[in-house]
């Protein structure tokens, strides 16, 4: 099983549609999870931190399940702008703080 | 907003020659990080680096790459002869704390291109 599993898409979605996307890690014992957005050819950008109670920036909605293990990310009213590849980001041990695994990455393509 | 910066933003070399990728952490930071992502591919964990010295490296990070701080701004990836499948893009990172929730700030990226 791969440490960080997402759907690699593309989605593909109306200005104004709500999407969701999931992603699933492997080891339980992880600690520190985030989404960042990537746009083509360019660096990782932070986009949220996910909480165990669950967080909202905006327009954006994080959700932890450890039971599940599994990280959502929830965009309503989809822009034009948010077309890019959105990376679940899991830190797998609390011990080593300085490594962060990524996952493959969900592309989005908002539309007109 | 302060922000890592890298040069150059692509370099071009031949297989068996050495390159060095530079960056410029955010001032007040202490953690720093090179990643990198072969085209196509995911983000994958090099080396992290605190205190002037190596804190974690991944399988990747082989005897070919080396890293430095060589004075206080600038903090270095050294590839000492290239092969081709180094061709990617590197990204420096820093942070202000090492703990686990401290999230990454990203640099622009340097591409490598090994022909």
Not at chain 1, 69 to 77: A, F, G, V
Not at chain 1, 83 to 110: E, H, M, Q, W
């Amino acid at each position: 099983r791969k440490e960080v599993e997402q759907d690699p898409g593309p989605f593909n979605v109306p200005e104004g549609a709500t999407v969701a996307f999931n992603c699933t890690y492997s080891n339980s014992a992880s600690q520190s999870f985030f989404w960042y957005r990537q746009d083509c050819r360019k660096e990782p950008k932070l986009l949220m931190s996910v909480y165990s109670s669950g967080n909202e920036d905006g327009r954006f909605t994080a959700q932890l399940n450890r039971a599940s293990q599994y990280i959502s990310l929830l965009i309503r009213d989809s822009k034009l702008s948010d077309s890019a590849t959105y990376l679940c980001v899991v830190n797998p041990d609390v011990d080593s703080s300085y490594k962060l695994i990524f996952g493959s990455g969900t592309r989005l393509l908002v539309r007109p | 907003e302060p922000e890592v910066t890298q040069t150059p933003s692509h370099q071009v070399t031949q297989m068996g020659q050495e390159v060095i990728l530079r960056c410029v952490p955010i001032s007040n930071h202490l953690y720093f990080y090179w990643y990198r992502q072969i085209l196509g591919q995911k983000v994958e964990f090099l080396v992290s680096f605190y205190n002037n010295e190596i804190s974690e490296k991944s399988e990747i990070f082989d005897d070919q790459f080396s890293v430095e701080r060589p004075d206080g701004s600038n903090f270095t990836l050294k590839i000492r002869s290239t092969k081709l499948e180094d061709s990617a893009m590197y990204f420096c990172a820093s942070s202000p704390e090492g703990f686990y929730n401290s999230p990454l700030h990203f640099g622009n990226g340097t591409r490598l291109t090994v022909t």
